[in-house]
């Protein structure tokens, strides 16, 4: 079969449709393509292969495009809206670089579709922000993902946190139901990122006091975690030392809806809200894997052990950024359950692509999280402040 010669064929004149398009594509080519796709059975090898070809050409130059995201994103947003007063009451504001500029009515804000969005100002191609999700979901170290993507290690850093800190909606929409298992999860304060000089020291003033750092200290971050059911997990990171009801409270139990039966470890910080909530709460002893009446912590343990190798494959995560590694995990641990290898980092992407993101090259070693080191770190010098990568 000659495809020029069958255009040619066609019964309408396609020349003269050269003026109209759907969706932005001219609709000779659009006639041209469903055509192809309806025969495509009955190509011949090097017919197949001049497609093939012609492909291969368009995909690298998208690839190599520095320009495609913005169609991308674009294709994405459904609802712009302002990203400073998040209204919707915006008009479109000429464009600049082929980009389609907006403007809010409510608070005067000029944006683009990529305002805010982890690419915004990139200088990447789409082939190296393809290669950065997946080397998200191969959980490559900053060192081999710079290599992979071919940028430097501070930029691979950067990415990595603007990428990752989209990932906060795993936390938002999570729910937890039915039968489910609660613990929490404690690990050292790690300060990676501080300059040595910087580094709390104990001071003679806190020695005196007698103070001393037994069992849980408030030197541990307390994240707070549950899986139910349906594999469905929750992490947060809730504060400092032992867990309290308030950060029961203020973290995991407003996730849960519609218990069946609540597995806890003997805090009595779960009674109250049990009471509270009417949970049917079932506490295993500590020491002991299973109640009499075979109720244990098995499933969360064993997320337990996997953040905890998650988390040393890169040797020590700075606790200013745990949370965004606590998302990383569960998005990680919900693609395994419910997408194809493969398509993994096309995932990724298009959950993360236009969400809002306030990390930026210049901010990404601040501490983003809800702990206060000054105030962990009360009685020794620390000056968070002076804390650099
Ligand atoms: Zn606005």
């Known amino acids: 079969m000659n495809l020029e010669r069958n255009i040619f064929d066609w019964p309408v004149n396609l020349n003269s449709f050269s003026t109209n398009e759907i969706l932005g594509w001219p609709i000779k080519d659009v006639f041209l393509g469903f055509f192809m796709i309806l025969e495509i059975d009955n190509l011949l090898p090097n017919e197949l292969r001049t497609i093939i070809k012609k492909l291969q050409k368009l995909l690298d130059m998208q690839e190599n495009s520095k320009s495609i995201i913005n169609e991308v994103i674009g294709n994405e947003r459904q609802n712009i809206c302002c990203p400073k007063c998040k209204s919707t009451n915006i008009v479109k504001d000429g464009t600049y670089k082929g980009r389609q500029k907006f403007k809010c009515k409510d608070c005067n804000k000029k944006f683009n579709a990529l305002t805010n969005t982890p690419f915004h100002h990139t200088r990447l191609t789409y082939g190296q922000i393809e290669e950065t999700y997946q080397c998200l979901v191969d959980k490559h ?40 298992e609660l613990d929490e999860y404690y690990l050292s304060i790690n300060l990676k990122g501080t300059k040595k000089e910087n580094m709390p020291r104990a001071s003679k003033k806190r020695k005196s006091s007698g103070s001393s750092k037994r069992g849980i200290s408030k030197h541990k971050a307390c994240v707070t975690s549950g899986i139910d059911e349906c594999d469905n997990i929750f992490l947060e990171l809730a504060g400092t030392g032992p867990v309290t009801s308030d950060m029961i409270k203020n973290t995991i139990a407003p996730k849960i809806v519609n218990p069946k039966k609540v597995t806890t470890d003997c805090k009595s910080s779960y009674e ?95 501490n983003h999280s ?20």
């Open 141 to 180: 170290s900053i060192r081999k993902s710079a290599k992979r993507i071919g940028v430097s290690t501070k930029t691979a850093f950067t990415l990595r946190f603007k990428m990752i800190s989209c990932l906060k909606f795993i936390r938002t929409n999570a729910k937890l139901s039915g039968d489910m």
């Open 272 to 366: 109250s809200i049990a009471k509270e909530n009417n949970w049917n709460l079932k506490q295993v002893k500590s020491g002991t894997y299973v109640d009499d009446d075979r109720n244990n912590l098995a499933n969360i343990n064993s997320i337990h052990s996997e953040l905890t190798s998650f988390l040393s494959t890169f040797h020590g995560v700075s606790t200013k950024h745990l949370q965004e590694y606590l998302d990383w995990f569960s998005f990680l641990k919900y693609l395994n359950y419910s997408i194809d290898y493969l398509e993994q980092a096309d995932y990724f992407e298009k959950c993360t692509i236009t969400k809002q993101t306030d990390i930026k090259f210049d901010n990404v070693c601040d």
């Open 370 to 389: 809800i702990l206060d080191f000054y105030d962990v770190y009360e009685d020794y010098h620390y000056h968070p402040s002076n804390s650099t990568t």
